[in-house]
């Protein structure tokens, strides 16, 4: 069911059952604790994670990304971390009751480091409300686990969002996307952990650059 990314990062998938693209979660092991950012729920998910000792704690990148948080917190009696500007409207249709809300500063489990990505709005929106407003998680390892902001396309390319979720992708908020993402991005972190499409290992950096050099 998981297949490795890097040592001790772990990634599972599934189609998303009401649109077009694929949901990723992904799996953080620290010695014998289990962190899961963004789950999905899939057939034997809980059993697999019973395997390993069961779930310490689920990380939630933004409140669009609950998917089978709710579940499995119940199941393992683990707490939810969600980002201190998600929606509190969504988390609690969501039905998830054990959250903790974090920012920038917050001491998360397997040593992840938050930093808050928000894409400035075109200028034909308002600009109190952000175009994305969202976590995005640095790895012991190098890695950076996103919500939407970015993803790996099919053929392993990067995207800003929205592309993989328009199509055609408006141009400008592709581009104000990937700025407000290098602008962020600790300059030696090499791998992205998609929450949708694919996962981009060692050449993050490279790709981030050519993107914005067209």
Known sequence: MFSPVQPKVWRWETPDPE??????GHLLQEGDHVVLVDPPMVPKLTEALMVLGGVSAIILTTHDHTRGARYVSEMFSCPVYVPVQANAERIDQAGIKNTLLYDETTLLPAGLKAYRCQVEPPMWQDASHPYLDEMMLVTLTGAVACGDIVMGSADGRLWGCPEGFN???????????????????PPSVDTLLSAHGIDIVGDLQSQLQQRLAN
């Open 167 to 185: 199509n055609p992708a408006d141009l400008q908020k592709v581009f104000a996307s990937l700025n407000t993402f290098k602008r962020i991005l």
């Open 19 to 24: 649109d077009h693209w694929v949901m990723i």
